[in-house]
């Protein structure tokens, strides 16, 4: 077996383009080799420089299946800033199942179609003004507000609900150790874009999800239970209450002038040691007077109908 010929030093770095490698005199054949694996046309990784899992980043695995480094240097190649759903999953943007698969890496800039004609690559020829551009995980992105506009370019009307579900993701301030920290934006700042970019498609939609898009919503059931109670013409609940000053838990969504807590139980809310949080949660919410209601995806499913039938009978 004829030995495998390690790559120049001067080219032996975590990506490698085809023209870098025939400029150090690197034959195609050599980069078909098993320590090299193809990101996109013309772009290869080297297995020497492991991947860093998206778990790390507190983030699911995307369905393109490129790390943060691969992505920053496919931008590199194709020019652009990763936008659309590909920035969406790089902030953590809910979404709904048809756009969460989607496996194309979304980049735009104003000579995208020409460079980024590749398979796996979506290039959007758009203008891109500085106050548009970002980095997120040292990727070159296009920041929360642009990236939120672009989601309303890719949804209908019917979708409503799933882009007032990413604005509250990115107007929120998330749990990180325990510890609230500051939002990705703000309404005003999503405003203010959408008022100053023009017309576009899903602009519609766009300015009547605003209207819906508080401070607060930790999650997109939570956004749908929200909009559910105001939809059955109940008062539009409070997010993240805290119920009296240094309590040591809050509802996800109240009335605290009716006392009334509703808590979204998710996928996390099944573990042992999390039941028993939920539990001194509840009991110590029953004990200075409110009343208690806990929310499963069940009722999420079923569009709410019990939750709103018992706010309904507290408010009678």
């Known amino acids: 077996m004829t030995a495998r010929r390690p790559l120049p030093p001067i080219i032996r770095r975590a990506h490698l383009t085809r023209a870098a490698a025939r400029a150090a005199d690197v034959s195609d054949e050599r980069l078909q080799r098993s320590d090299l694996r193809r990101v996109s046309h013309g772009l290869y990784r080297s297995s020497l420089f492991p991947e860093m899992p998206w778990s790390y980043l507190r983030l699911d695995e ?30 953590g943007v809910p979404l709904p199942p048809a756009l969460a698969g989607d496996p194309r890496v979304h980049l735009t800039g104003p000579d995208q179609r020409r460079r980024a004609q590749r398979a796996g690559v979506v290039g959007h020829r758009r203008p891109l003004p500085e106050r548009h551009r970002s980095v997120r995980f040292d990727v070159p992105a296009v920041t929360p507000e642009r990236a939120w506009l672009d989601l309303a370019a890719m949804m209908d009307d019917g979708q409503l609900i799933d882009l007032v579900a990413a604005g509250d993701h990115l107007v929120h301030s998330p749990w990180v150790n325990g510890i609230r920290h500051s939002p990705l934006t703000t309404p005003a700042r999503l405003d203010q874009e959408l ?32 909009l559910a109670l105001v939809g059955a013409g109940l008062p539009e609940p409070e997010l993240q209450v805290s119920p009296a000053p240094g309590a040591p838990f809050t509802a996800d969504l109240a009335y605290p002038q009716w006392r009334i807590a509703l808590q979204y139980d998710g996928g996390h809310h099944l573990t042992r040691a999390q039941q028993a949080i939920d539990a001194r949660r509840d009991a110590w919410f029953q004990s200075h007077g409110w009343r208690v209601i806990r929310v499963t995806h069940e009722d999420l499913n079923n569009g709410f109908v019990r939750v709103i039938a018992l706010v309904q009978q507290l408010f009678s």
């Open 62 to 91: 995307p369905p393109h299946g490129l790390d943060t480094a691969s992505l920053a240097a496919l931008t590199q190649v194709c020019g652009g800033f990763v936008s659309h759903t590909t920035a969406a999953h790089l902030y």
């Open 195 to 226: 008022s100053t970019i023009g017309t576009f498609k899903g602009v519609r939609l766009a300015r009547a999800a605003l209207g819906l898009i508080p401070v607060g919503a930790d999650s997109s059931p939570e956004t749908a239970l929200r």
